[in-house]
């Protein structure tokens, strides 16, 4: 029985309305300033557009969401949106889901399953601490949802669970499909391709890893070399790049990823990368994109899994922000104290997402 809860919270409530946040080409630095180095006449100014409303999907008393929400993933099947989350309660982390009617879209007003849809799992299971980082992709009618589990056998693992509906899954038997986390997945081909974080050779920091497979259940590592590697000293992205998210546009892949210069997990920006082939990727000259909001406001701290799709016209970006008590200068400051994750929303109405397809080689 599929039962529906609809969340009438302050960010669903709240008559439509956004916070501009402009960059120009050349993005922020890592503490907010801008810059430009633009060298396109024809370049726009990107101006992204943070709700009001913001969160959109806030932690709810009471809820399994009641401690935090984090890691959005869209998806539509049919005519039906989905969006994917993580929700905490009583130490662990669930996956649960949102939905709407394709027609009634606008990026804020979802109903939300009342209960997660992947638990953790039993004793000595891959995900019996917590299931989180939802990261989905429709293939042959089946959802295949690709999620990391925390447990004692691995600090993270890539998971799978498959559905029919988008609602019921099955977790995968064999469990987990690679050892990292943070996977994000797609399908082009006939190939799934599954990007995941690991742990630099330091042991200090993340890099992004790609596999790949012709089932969705079998991987292979594609190099032992990341696809999006942390940069070079001095630059935005030199100790970690993580939580990416992928989407598709006029024949070029583009794909949204945090980074730090400083901190394990814990970005204050996002930046761009561009590929033809999900294998080869360039990263945007004008790095970083999006940055953490102002000090005081929900998502000060931190910023992961920026997951874009264009709609109508226009770019929406779901995010999971960190905010509250001390957390805009310590890592996961005041955590769960005053501080927490929650999932927004911002928009961009651009002609094309920074990177021209035509200059993508």
Not at 2 to 14: E, Q
Not at 125 to 131: F, I, K, L
Not at 339 to 357: I, N
Request: glycine residues 12%; contains cysteine; proline residues 7%.
């Amino acid at each position: 029985m599929r039962t529906f809860v609809t969340i009438l919270c302050t960010a669903l409530m709240l008559v439509d309305g956004c916070t501009r946040t402009t960059f120009p080409v050349g993005g922020s630095d890592a503490r907010g300033s801008q810059k430009s180095t633009d060298t396109e006449s024809d370049t726009p100014m990107w101006s992204w557009n943070r709700y009001k409303g913001n969160p959109v999907f806030p932690a709810v008393q009471g809820t399994w969401m009641e401690s935090q929400t984090a890691n959005p993933d869209y998806l539509r099947k049919g005519e039906t949106v989905y969006m994917y989350f993580r929700g905490q309660r009583d130490g662990h982390d669930r996956i649960g889901v949102a939905t709407v009617p394709a027609s009634r879209f606008d990026g804020v007003t979802w109903q939300i399953l009342e209960n997660p849809i992947i638990d953790v799992g039993g004793p000595g299971s891959w995900d019996e601490n917590h299931a989180l980082d939802p990261a989905t992709v429709l293939v042959a009618g089946k959802v295949f949802l690709y999620y990391t589990g925390v447990s004692p056998n691995a600090d993270r693992a890539v998971c799978l669970a498959v559905s029919d509906d988008g609602i019921h899954f099955e977790k995968y038997e064999k469990n987990p499909v690679v050892i990292g986390g943070a996977p994000e997945v797609v399908y082009h081909d006939g190939i799934f391709y599954l990007y995941f974080w690991k742990k630099k050779p330091s042991g200090a920091g993340y890099q992004i890893h790609l596999a790949s497979s012709t089932d969705g259940y079998n991987f292979t590592d594609v190099s032992p070399e990341p696809v999006i590697p942390v940069g070079p000293e001095g630059s935005w992205d030199s100790h970690t790049t993580e939580t990416p998210r992928i989407f598709f546009e006029d024949g070029v892949f583009y794909m949204v990823y945090c980074a730090s210069d400083r901190h394990n997990d814990y970005p204050w920006d996002a930046g761009l990368a561009t590929s033809r082939d999900l294998i080869h990727w360039t990263k945007y000259s004008g790095n970083p994109i999006f940055s953490r909001g102002p000090e005081g406001t929900w998502d000060e701290g931190a910023i992961w899994f920026t997951t874009v799709e264009k709609i109508n016209g226009i770019y929406y970006m779901w995010y999971e922000g960190y905010g509250g008590g001390t957390a805009r200068v310590e890592p996961y400051g005041s955590y769960l104290k005053g501080g927490k994750s929650q999932v927004g929303m911002a928009t961009l109405e651009a002609p094309y997402f920074y990177v021209k397809p035509s200059a993508v080689k």
